[in-house]
């Protein structure tokens, strides 16, 4: 059984390919600090070292975007007595574990409490950050049940970080889902229910290429979303060198209606 580790104020570190592929289904290992901010994930390998006992989570920051910040630096100013000692003492444990359907890439966010967890089985979850209990869980589609690559298996369905945007109340996720073809589409989410307010399809051409056209198979959507200024980006490349993929980054402006789209590349001509 693989595990995702959800430990407070910590951040998000990536384990090999392997273990990452040693089955769909998930099992989310929240652990928090007492008294200080709970906020992202690290894989589940690291939990068998922790010498602590289960205490109380303290949630008291949202954690909207991929390594805490737009410079994805992974640094937290507000996290003034998370040290070594901390970490090692008594307080440092595990609060929860709560079992999710597919394999968890995305680093999991929180907005108040509760704490967003997406998967390629194309799952969103929202979990309370205090006991782990679902509150709710909402599929945003089929996913893509890949067979001819083993960079990651067995289904590409949300792979990238989400975007919160705590000004809405909203979730966004980029994932890849089986509507008569296989496409890209970004979904916004109510994160206190799970409801779908926003479905939108990433298709096109460039706009500094019109000769190519976005094709959703062979790209590779791993980079986390960017929310900034009502647009949210995400950025594409190759999905196991298959042709015909391209660099491209996305954007769609979530506050104006109609949607409004943009697609760039960075292999024009």
Not at 29 to 48: D, F, M, V, W, Y
Not at 166 to 181: D, F, H, W
Not at 192 to 201: D, E, Q, V, W
Request: with cysteine.
């Amino acid at each position: 059984m693989r595990s995702l580790c959800y430990w407070a104020a910590c951040r998000w570190s990536r384990a090999t390919a392997r273990a990452r592929r040693l089955c769909s289904a998930i099992t989310v290992l929240a652990l928090a600090l007492a008294g200080l901010a709970a906020t992202t994930g690290t894989p589940a390998g690291a939990a068998a070292s922790a010498r602590a006992r289960p205490v109380t989570a303290t949630v008291s920051k949202d954690e909207t975007t991929a390594s805490d910040n737009d410079l994805r630096d992974g640094w937290d100013p507000d996290e003034p007595t998370l040290t070594p000692a901390a970490v090692n003492g008594p307080d440092f444990g595990r609060v929860f574990r709560t079992k999710v359907s597919g394999q968890v890439y995305a680093q999991p966010l929180v907005a108040g409490n509760t704490v967003i967890v997406a998967t390629e089985a194309d799952w969103v979850y929202g979990l309370n950050a205090t006991t782990g209990t679902v509150e709710w869980s909402t599929r945003v589609g089929t996913p893509y049940h890949i067979t001819n690559c083993a960079d990651l298996t067995p289904d590409i369905g949300i792979t990238s970080t989400p975007a919160y945007d705590p000004a809405t109340g909203t979730v966004y996720v980029m994932a890849m889902v089986k509507e008569i073809s296989y496409q890209f589409r970004l979904f916004g989410l109510k994160v206190s229910t799970g409801a779908i307010t926003l479905k939108h399809r990433i298709a096109g051409s460039p706009t500094n290429d019109k000769h190519i056209t976005f094709s959703p198979v062979p790209q590779g959507q791993r980079a986390g979303l960017l929310l900034r200024k009502g647009w949210v980006y995400a950025a594409f490349a190759s999905h196991c060198d298959h042709k015909p993929y391209a660099g491209y980054v996305a954007g769609v402006h979530v506050v104006q209606r109609p949607l409004k789209t943009t697609l760039w590349t960075d292999e024009a001509g």
